[in-house]
């Protein structure tokens, strides 16, 4: 029987608390200026916090204020790496960074550092049979075409551009995902499952739902332009 636990071995990690879900393999703009966040990205710059490496977790609800227990948000995030990082002239951080590696969080604490911590261990995929590799490259198929038919309504003027045609099938549910604007609990399961296969199948779902729904509102999300306050703030997750 595969091991369904996750690894044994704990760390910490700073967190960050946001009502989104970062994937694996996409990016993620975020705007700092709350001053704990912007001294965690000075210990992310500088080598303070090893690797430039932070977790980011969805919160359950959005209206609780301040994470300090770990029922206030979901157990199960994603680790993210700093890979740019732009000082503003009024002190604050506009950065980028990508999604590496899912993890289990154990347990928050707000009192250790500047800024939350949390301990975990690593949450990896269970191994694909393998006897299914012509199984997920018809549902990697399936999957592409249902993204091109939501992109096709949602974004018919924004030159959207599909995975590269090598990516694996293990990591393309996440790609595509990352292009499209779903509910976050629909995030949040596509986070949490851990068998890449189920993974294609739900996100393939997911994508023919929204895209029906979308050609039969007559409407499309707000693309990233639309959103811009002038400031660029509305575009990106804020940390305040």
Not at 57 to 85: F, K, N, S
Not at 182 to 210: F, G, Y
Request: charged share 25%.
């Amino acid at each position: 029987m595969a091991d369904t636990r996750p690894g044994t071995q704990r760390e910490t990690l700073p967190l960050f608390p946001l009502q989104t879900v970062l994937l694996p393999g996409t990016p993620m703009p975020l705007h700092i200026f709350e001053p704990r966040y912007r001294q965690l990205t000075v210990d992310l710059i500088t080598g303070t916090v090893p690797h430039r490496l932070f977790g980011i977790v969805a919160m359950r609800t959005p209206l609780v204020q301040e994470v300090d227990e770990l029922d206030h948000v979901h157990t199960i995030g994603c680790a993210a790496r700093l890979r740019e990082a732009k000082r503003l002239p009024d002190g604050r951080y506009d950065l980028v960074a990508s999604g590496t590696r899912r993890f289990l969080l154990h347990d928050v604490d707000a009192t250790a550092a500047p800024y939350l911590m949390g301990t975990v261990t690593w949450l990896d995929d269970l191994p694909v049979p393998a006897d299914a590799e012509d199984a997920s490259w018809r549902l990697a198929d399936l999957a592409r075409a249902a993204h091109r038919r939501y992109c096709d309504v949602a974004w018919p003027d924004d030159g959207w551009r599909a995975p590269a045609a090598d990516t694996d099938p293990v990591e393309l549910a996440y790609r595509l995902a990352a292009d499209c604007v779903l509910p976050l609990h629909d995030q949040q399961a596509l986070l949490e499952e851990r068998l890449p296969l189920r993974r294609l199948r739900t996100v393939c779902r997911l994508l023919n739902r929204e895209s029906g729904f979308l050609s039969r509102l007559r409407a499309i999300p707000a693309s990233l332009s639309e959103m811009d306050d002038g400031d660029g703030s509305a575009t990106k997750p804020s940390l305040n």
